[in-house]
């Protein structure tokens, strides 16, 4: 995989961050930088408020940071749909304890993607 991920992290951010639990809810993202597989630099961004737009405000947020995957524990389906209409492919983390450990499982392949079936949280169901 190549291209930017995005995960919802407890403060301060970083690769030692826990993963935030929702990602509309999060404090911020630990925006990792991925390149032919391997874990190339990262940075943290702020949340955007959820009043602002609700569940879409941070899907067209990280879109326009040029993300391309979301690592996520919880997601209604309105924010999946609007991931999945921005391109961005979004990822099950939940059994990942920090930000550093659910990036290495994507890498590896291990983590799921997220499908109709496989939200929670939101409206939709």
Known sequence: MTGLVALPSNAPGGMD??????????D?????????????????????????GGCMAPVQYLAGQ?????????MGMRPLMGFNQVG????????????????????????PRFTQQFTCGGGGH
């Not at 911020?28 to 408020?49: A, M």
């Not at 040029?66 to 919880?74: D, E, P, Q, S, T």
């Not at 961005?88 to 983590?111: K, M, R």
């Open 28 to 52: 911020l993202y630990t925006l990792v930088e991925v390149e032919d597989g391997q874990i190339k630099s990262s940075k943290v961004v702020p949340n955007v408020p959820h009043q602002q």
């Open 66 to 74: 040029g993300v391309k995957a979301l690592i996520a524990g919880g």
């Open 88 to 111: 961005i492919d979004v990822y099950f983390g939940g059994d990942s304890t920090t930000v550093n450990e659910a990036v290495q499982a994507l890498l590896q392949g291990s983590l």
């Open 17 to 26: 961050a826990g993963l935030g639990a929702h990602f509309g809810h999060c």
